[in-house]
């Protein structure tokens, strides 16, 4: 019982060890680095480079936890762990990047250096991280770090959850056996585990027994069963949780959470919270302003081209929902004939369009009219990678014809998205392309990272501007 039970006990132990070992990693990786770059004989920083790395310690501890890097490590896969200390690292590396340019001392910096750092930094956190998990998993396979389980609760969402555990045993927890009020279902097995009995011999069962936790899957319609089941298990030590019976509902980002001190479920909500929101912010500015002067020649060539072809106006601006339904300015270069639109009405372009200039369906067919959308990424309007915004007639027409259609708003609308580089961008001249289009937007909403918005950049780089579908 001792050594099963002292990885219980000390798993709050390992999480503060890791938010001591953390900045201890930072300051090793900075030295290592610094060996490389220069020498090894002498790895005595200098004064500014001493100050970066308290800055950077500064930091990682403010950082760090807004990635959940010290919560529970019950549950999590080692990816999905490693995703995230990636991720921190980066936006910790940006932050650096945005201080060292913007007090204009970039230059007294290694930019080798630099890169030695970052690259030795999230090495030593992955090790680090995964000499922790190799030693838990190996105390599983010796017997030791599991939580005995019973499942109240044999229905439908009971079943899932069997299969989601078993199908996860990196999880650490093992089902010892189900209950459930359905006489039909008493000794049989479901899943492969037996249904002991009915939900009245839980607490007896868990009082005989070492179970460690107890998980309620009923469905939300059985509020009093589970009232009386918390009522009968008010003496045992074990954990009780609740899965909420959810899996009927159409879900995006659902997560737990809490309102004034009480538990709620989060059904549908933006990913942009917390550190995610702070990463695509610097990646939306970083990249702009590397983007924006290399492509600055081509923008005034593609501006004296409208001008001296078509009388009016070099930039086109229109209404349309930003982030939160928000009405914001989105810029393009003019590529139609000056006309008069019905008011509240708004025509799609399409291939062969009379009201489209010769220059206009090259810009249009190259996705080059969409480039001054950087501007708005500069504002903080827009990111670089989104769902595509779409005019605010055109979201009065689809909002209900198109289920979840505004819930594309959660996010900043983007110049390029996941919709785009598969092929869905132009005139959606159909509601079943509209349909298909939004299905790609909630996709890349529900996975964002920022691995995401890197590929969905590449692939619009090599593919994405010139797609048959473009008017």
């Not at 798993?11 to 290592?32: C, T």
């Not at 308290?54 to 549950?75: E, K, M, Q, T």
């Not at 969409?370 to 827009?382: A, D, I, K, S």
């Not at 969905?456 to 010139?466: A, H, P, R, S």
Request: proline fraction near 4%; glycine fraction near 8%; aromatic fraction near 12%.
């Amino acid at each position: 019982m001792f050594g099963k039970s002292i990885f219980k006990s000390y798993s709050g132990f390992i999480n503060l060890f890791s938010r001591f070992s953390d900045p201890l990693l930072v300051i090793i990786a900075a030295i290592a680095a610094y060996g490389m770059r220069f020498s090894f004989d002498n790895l005595y920083l200098p004064e500014d480079y001493r100050s970066l790395v308290l800055f950077a310690v500064f930091c990682v501890v403010l950082i760090f936890p807004l990635f959940n890097l010290y919560g529970s490590w019950r549950g999590k896969s080692l990816a999905k762990q490693a995703s995230a200390i990636v991720l921190a690292w980066a936006t910790v590396v940006m932050l650096m990047i945005v201080i060292l340019f913007g007090f204009k001392v970039s230059s007294d910096y290694s930019r080798l250096w630099l890169g030695w750092w970052t690259l030795f930094g999230v090495l030593f956190s992955l090790v680090f991280r995964m000499c922790i998990y190799g030693f838990l998993q190996y105390q599983r396979l010796k017997g030791r770090n599991f939580r005995r389980v019973v499942i109240a609760g044999a229905g439908n969402l009971g079943r899932k959850l069997i299969s989601q555990t078993v199908d996860s045993p990196w999880t650490g927890f093992k089902i010892d056996t189900l209950f459930d009020d359905n006489e039909q279902l008493r000794n049989t097995l479901v899943n492969g585990y037996k249904v002991q009995g009915d939900l009245g011999e839980v607490e007896a069962f868990v009082n005989s027994n070492h179970i460690d936790e107890v998980w309620i899957a009923l469905p939300l319609r059985a509020e009093e069963r589970v009232k009386e089941l918390l009522y009968a298990l008010r003496h045992q030590t074990v954990n009780i949780k609740l899965i909420p019976d959810i899996f009927g509902f159409s879900l995006l980002n659902h997560s737990m959470t809490e309102i004034a001190g009480l538990p709620a479920v989060s059904l549908s909500d933006t990913p942009m919270g917390g550190g995610n929101q702070l990463v695509k912010a610097l990646e939306d500015r970083l990249l702009a302003l590397l983007i924006v002067p290399l492509i600055a020649p081509l923008l005034v060539l593609i501006a004296i081209s409208v001008k001296v072809t078509s009388p009016g106006p070099i930039l086109f601006k229109q209404k349309r929902h930003g982030w939160d339904g928000r009405v914001i300015n989105v810029y393009k270069f003019r590529t139609m004939k000056l006309h008069v639109e019905e008011k509240g009405k708004v025509t799609q372009a399409s291939k062969g369009d009379s009201r489209i200039t010769p220059v206009g369906a090259f810009l249009r067919r190259t996705s080059l009219d969409e480039l001054p959308q950087f501007y708005n990424v500069l504002q903080g309007r827009m990111s670089i990678v989104g769902p595509r915004p779409h005019a605010v007639e055109h979201n009065e027409l689809y909002k209900e014809q198109v289920n979840q259609y505004m819930l594309r708003h959660m996010v900043k609308p983007g110049i390029t998205g996941w919709a785009q580089v598969n092929g869905y961008r132009g005139e959606t001249d159909t509601l079943e392309k509209m349909k298909n289009r939004v299905e790609y937007d909630l996709f890349y909403i529900e996975n964002w990272s920022l691995w995401f918005d890197l590929k969905i950049i590449f692939l619009t780089v090599f593919k994405g501007f010139v797609h048959k579908n473009a008017a």
